[in-house]
């Protein structure tokens, strides 16, 4: 069961994760994910600081947007996992594909300096 | 007076759940695990690397065998016993979705085709030890195995 909130800082677009994403779920974080650029962000900051745990389906959704974000020159970067959800990104590597930041005033400072 | 010593042995802790093959039941099954494996000195760490794996082989199990029917039943067994490899069995009688068989697609492909799958074949099989597959009497039976650090 996951909650998504939306709210927008220095024209960033910060969409928060509450709970956990599995393969019921993670069709809400593409969602999520879909309005943020539909509505024109192209500084988007993922707050995993509530993410409890994510399964492969989300790191999926968060996998597919690597390359038309390349394309279409938008920033997205994820902060405040803990340490268990940390581990799940590096098991694969994805750590190294996207762009992680320690807390929100790191990421702001990566999406800033993309 | 004699004294009489008493060998402490920790019997091996078998645990088993039914679960219907609906997406909406993982969250449950995952409870299952860590409650399964808490308690047994394993770390944190480690109990959430084997539920993300069997979090993955279930969801599988669920989507390719049993089309997501609610009312189609398997069963998650999970064999703890100390200093001893971890045994994970999922059996059903559907159809068997043998991960070995899937060649692990690279993450450039996956990112490049924007693929959502493919990613969990590849964290079962980089947590996990062994994966077997045994048909028995219209059953399928995969077997997963894990060494774990006892504390």
Redesign the interface.
Known sequence: ?IHIKRLQEDGADIIALIG?I???S?IELDLAIAKSVGEGFIKILVDCSALE?I???G???F??????FKDRNIKMVLFGMS??VA??FS????NE?LQIGKDKVQAKKIVNEL | MERIKFKLRKLSMNYKCKVGCS??N??DV?DFIRGSLKNHGIS??EI??I??AL??MC?NL??HAHHCNPDDLFELSIKVEKNNPLVFELIDDGTVFDINEFTTPA?DS???E???????I??VK??MDKIEYQKTGGRNICRLVKSVHFN
């Open positions: 069961m956990e599995d393969a019921s993670s745990y399964s492969s389906a790191l999926g959704v996998m597919s947007y690597i390359e038309e340490d268990k581990n799940t098991i694969l590597g994805l594909l | 997406i909406e993982l969250k995952r944190d760490l959430s690397e539920v993300l979090d993955e969801s669920m989507i993450i996956i990112v490049h924007k693929r959502k799958g493919g990613l969990g590849r964290l980089s947590i």
